[in-house]
């Protein structure tokens, strides 16, 4: 009986190992289906309300699939002695705004244009995955590696990376430059023009006729 237990567990350990890359697959679809939804202006126009009402229910459905923990603190993780509690505080809640603002809209504006496709869903071992997809818009050809990390149960995205280059760590090269230079205070102020940038109403789109 012990025997066919021990190799009961022998023979389930692939399947495992493949039901973490496939999860991770599922996760990367349900991700992109819910980026596509999100509203973005148009032509210079404002969203309505009942757009913006639509958008925040999408964010906060798009929350659910980050390791918010690992992105706010591994771009200034070798600078995190720099910062107040309170300074830290600070930053992890703007930086977080910021990344929802840049990468919702901008990211399913991106989806809806382009022809995507998911290519491959890698377990990485351990905890993590790794799901590429491969994506064209006008005449330009990307490859996006999403990284997934199972954490309290669920598959995580803790980095995404742009053609080999990942986002986690670019971010991690520019405040740690900006932080050397100018401060804390300098990302923070930094980081709260882009964000009142990403809020401001878009501009009236100017008449082409004239």
Do not use: H
Request: a positive charge; charged letters at 40%.
């Amino acid at each position: 009986m012990k025997k066919l237990i021990a190799l009961a567990l022998c023979l389930s350990l692939p399947a495992l190992a493949a039901d973490r890359g496939e999860e991770a697959k599922k996760r990367t679809q349900a991700f992109v289906d819910n980026l596509m939804k999100v509203k973005s202006a148009d032509d210079g126009k404002e969203l309505s309300k009942a757009d913006k009402d639509a958008n925040a229910k999408v964010f906060a459905e798009l929350d659910g699939f980050f390791d918010w923990a690992y992105l706010t603190s591994e771009p200034v993780a070798t600078r995190a002695d720099k910062f107040s509690k309170p300074e830290r505080e600070e930053f992890d809640k703007k930086f977080k705004e910021v990344i929802r603002l840049v990468a919702y809209p901008d990211s399913g504006a991106f989806f809806r244009k382009a022809k995507w496709s998911i290519t491959t869903a890698k377990d990485e071992g351990g905890d993590k995955a790794t799901v590429r997809i491969e994506a064209s818009r006008d005449d330009l050809e990307t490859k996006v590696d999403m990284k997934w990390k199972l954490i309290d149960g669920s598959l995580l995205i803790y980095d995404v990376a742009f053609d080999g280059d990942s986002l986690v760590q670019d971010y991690k090269n520019q405040m740690s430059r900006i932080i050397d230079k100018g401060g804390v205070k300098d990302l923070l102020a930094k980081i709260d023009k882009r964000k009142a940038e990403l809020e401001k109403p878009a501009a009236p789109a100017k008449d082409k006729k004239k």
